[in-house]
């Protein structure tokens, strides 16, 4: 089995230094058998995040013998020699985080602008959806939302007062439903807001809180992320099919083959629970500094992503991590996004 994984670099200086890397990795012999740079944005000037939400590469996926990679404007495609083939932007796609694609194109969620958009393979504008498009789920979260301005070119100039959501993943089905995940909705009502100004602003340390104090951070605060499947014409009708508490954005919430959601934790574990219901099933520790990245390899056997620069081989039949295979000695390098190379694709690598 083979992997492509995309990986970001904290701290680098975009433009001057390679921000984040494509590592193709034969699992089974445990090697890198190539590493390349991720391109660098074409509009980097859009985001002033200084702990780097511009740098480094985003979802990646295959489809038709192609790979194809995202960074945080553009997806770029390469063919089985990995000769670059093709580029694939919109100005409605920046902070892509993750990606999906289907046989009419290509799935991207913008995690700023809490927005899904779907593109041709030509880069046209097929759909879009969001977050303000679904009132009832807004209520639902305790939200409101203004509509975005879709005649803005957000790879030039990305608002600062967007990520309502944090919408970071995006997983299409056969059905045509497609499966989204909010990494972290905070509340608006006058409760929560009450509530919140009696207690420290979260952070970091959450992670090193007592069980009781965490508790009583999570119900004050109330943010948390969900996954939610939106379906119908213009994904018109939604399903919350899970829930968790987030002090920080969870990432990567998806379906997994036989129902089951699983998140990939800010608690720095890997979080899987039962659709529509949210009962808890799995909740797996991971020793990371972050989880990010996580693709399905068997029935019970989940890869994530985590830093320092590493891919997990989890087993959820009985909690335990199988493997654990290093990726970069580099301190700030960290997986971001993770996916199997086809049988079909393997001259890929």
């Not at 979802?59 to 945080?72: D, E, I, L």
């Not at 919140?196 to 602003?201: I, V």
Request: aromatic share 6%; net charge positive; hydrophobic share 40%.
């Amino acid at each position: 089995m083979k992997l492509v994984a995309t990986t970001v670099i904290r701290h680098s200086a975009v433009g001057r230094e390679a921000t984040g890397q494509m590592l193709v990795i034969d699992w089974k012999q445990g090697e890198i058998e190539r590493a390349m740079p991720v391109p660098p944005p074409k509009h980097p000037s859009s985001n002033t995040n200084p702990r780097g939400g511009l740098r480094g590469g985003r979802g990646v996926k295959f489809w038709q013998g192609r790979c194809y990679v995202a960074n945080y404007d553009t997806v770029y495609v390469y063919d089985r020699n990995w000769n670059q083939v093709a580029e694939i932007s919109h100005p409605l796609a920046t902070d892509i985080h993750e990606i999906d694609i289907g046989i009419e194109g290509i799935w991207l969620s913008c995690s700023r602008s809490d927005l899904i958009v779907k593109l041709s393979f030509d880069a046209e504008l097929l759909g879009h959806w969001h977050i303000s498009h679904a009132p009832e789920l807004m209520r639902r979260l305790k939200i409101d939302v203004p509509p975005l301005d879709l005649d803005h070119d957000y790879r030039k100039h990305l608002p600062g007062d967007l990520d309502r959501t944090h919408l970071n993943c995006v997983q299409y089905q056969a059905d045509g439903s497609v499966i989204i995940h909010l990494g972290k909705v905070r509340p608006e009502d006058l409760l929560h807001r009450g509530l919140r100004r009696l207690l420290p602003a979260p952070g970091f340390e959450a992670h090193r809180m007592g069980r009781f104090r965490r508790k009583l951070y999570d119900w004050a605060h109330g943010s948390a992320s969900y996954v939610v499947r939106l379906s119908g014409p213009g994904l018109g009708n939604f399903s919350v099919l899970a829930r968790y508490p987030a002090l920080r954005p969870n990432h990567n919430g998806q379906l997994l083959d036989d129902g089951r959601v699983a998140v990939a934790s800010e608690r720095k574990a890997l979080v899987v629970s039962e659709s529509g219901t949210g009962r808890l099933l799995h909740e797996i520790p991971l020793p990371a500094k972050w989880v990010r990245g996580l693709t399905q390899i068997g029935p019970e056997r989940l890869l994530v992503g985590i830093a320092p620069c590493a891919v997990l081989e989890v087993d959820l039949a009985d909690g335990r991590i199988r493997r654990q295979l290093s990726l970069s000695d580099h301190p700030h390098e960290a997986l971001h996004g993770l996916t199997v190379i086809p049988d079909y694709a393997a001259g890929a690598a």
